[in-house]
């Protein structure tokens, strides 16, 4: 789906077989582009003025073709593409990533703490990484995107990298996921785990795992913590310690995850 909060907007979509179309969308328009049976993946979605753009599936499998699950993500622009990033893991669950270049004969390595390997990418690909159930380091030469999919009950979500980690997070889980089981996932420099605070207090209470991070960020630790829905505020005692925080959940027919907030850094639009 393209969103334009802009009137008089031109959108050019490239497919991956090749094909293309042209809209002109107004003030709050919205124009759907579905494949019943063609992965849309590697789609190059670009406008005249800034457009919000969701991407998903109604019936996904990750890894394993049980029941399937409806999956759906708000992307983030290529000029907010970075090089440095650490996957979270999903508790005991596995999970893939896709990870997507927008330039030519980009190296791209990820790793986790046992093995890695790298891979030449050109302009505008995609790869996947085989299941994992550990924290994952992605490093590239030149700007990419990484998504993360959860295995069965799935869900993906946009992996912010550490240039975007921000000092504190204001966030909501919604009322109707309180049948879920739901989570946090911190990732942060293991020297300052200490000066979290949830909603006002050290959040040692609600810790339910623990997770190591492969070189060359190994002085990071991801920290899951067990929440209640409701609004939350995540944060540190020091101003000058940045974190990432990814907000999930899960429940026997359903899954959801999300990033708490991203800094995408300032982008000056001229209309």
Not at 18 to 38: A, C, F, H, N
Not at 58 to 68: A, E, G, L, R, W
Not at 105 to 120: I, K, Y
Request: glycine share 4%; hydrophobic share 40%; with cysteine.
């Amino acid at each position: 789906m393209v969103m334009s909060p802009f009137a008089n907007t031109e959108v050019n979509i490239t497919f991956p077989n090749g094909t293309w179309i042209s809209k002109t969308l107004e003030w709050l328009d919205v124009y759907q582009e579905m494949s019943p049976s063609t992965d849309l993946t590697g789609t190059i979605v670009q406008s005249s003025k800034p457009v919000s753009v969701v991407s998903g599936a109604s019936c996904s499998y990750v890894i394993q073709k049980n029941d399937c699950d409806m999956i759906s993500e708000q992307l983030i622009p290529t000029n907010a593409f970075q090089r440095m990033f650490i996957v979270p893991p999903i508790l005991s669950n596995r999970f893939v990533v896709r990870i997507f270049s927008s330039q030519i004969n980009s190296t791209v390595c990820v790793r986790d703490v046992a093995v890695g390997n790298c891979t030449m990418m050109g302009s505008n690909q995609w790869i996947e990484s085989a299941p994992k159930h550990s924290s994952l380091v992605v490093t590239s030469h030149d700007p990419i995107s990484v998504i993360q999919y959860k295995e069965s009950d799935t869900y993906m979500t946009i992996v912010p990298s550490i240039q975007q980690f921000i000092n504190s997070y204001t966030f909501v889980v919604p009322e109707v996921y309180i049948n879920h089981d739901n989570y946090i996932s911190v990732t942060i420099l293991t020297a300052a785990s200490q000066t979290l605070r949830l909603d006002g207090k050290p959040p040692r209470d609600h810790l339910v795992d623990t997770a190591n991070v492969a070189s060359p960020f190994n002085n990071y630790t991801v920290l899951t913590f067990r929440i209640t829905t409701g609004l939350h505020v995540m944060t540190t005692t020091e101003t000058d310690v940045l974190f990432g925080l990814i907000a999930f959940g899960n429940f026997t027919f359903g899954a959801y995850g999300f990033p708490a907030g991203i800094d995408l850094g300032v982008y000056i639009v001229f209309l």
